[in-house]
C-alpha cells in the first residue's frame, strides 16, 4: 500500500491521539518522506558506485593519453630549441676560433 500524505497525516493524528503529540511526531521523524521503494538500499550505492568509478577511470585513461601527448609534444619542442641553441653557440663558436690568430 503507497503511503501519502493523507495516509501520514491519518496516521500523525492517531498516533497523536494514542502516544500524544511529542510522541507521534518522534515516531513520525523515523518513517522516511518517501516511500519504501524510494529509499536507497546500500546495495543500489554500491552500484552507483560502481558505475560512477568506471566512467571515472574512463575520463583519466582520456585525460591520462591527453596529458601524455601534450607532455611529449612540449618535450620535443623543448629539445628542438636546445638542439638550435647548441647550433647557433657551435657556430659562434667556430666563428670565434677562426678569428683567433
Known amino acids: ?9 491519518n496516521l500523525h493524528r492517531r498516533l497523536e491521539a494514542v502516544l500524544g503529540h ?12 518517501v516511500t519504501w521503494n524510494e529509499v536507497a538500499t546500500s546495495g543500489d550505492v554500491d552500484q552507483a558506485v560502481e558505475r560512477l568509478g568506471i566512467v571515472l577511470q574512463g575520463e583519466m585513461q582520456v585525460l591520462g593519453s591527453n596529458t601524455r601527448t601534450e607532455f611529449v609534444e612540449a618535450m620535443n619542442r623543448r629539445i628542438k630549441r636546445l638542439v638550435a641553441f647548441a647550433a647557433a653557440w657551435t657556430t659562434v ?4 676560433v677562426r678569428l683567433i690568430p
Open 1 to 9: 500500500m503507497p503511503v501519502d500524505d493523507r495516509t501520514r497525516l
Open 22 to 33: 511529542e510522541e507521534a511526531d518522534a515516531l513520525m521523524a523515523h518513517l522516511p518522506p
Open 93 to 96: 663558436l667556430a666563428a670565434l
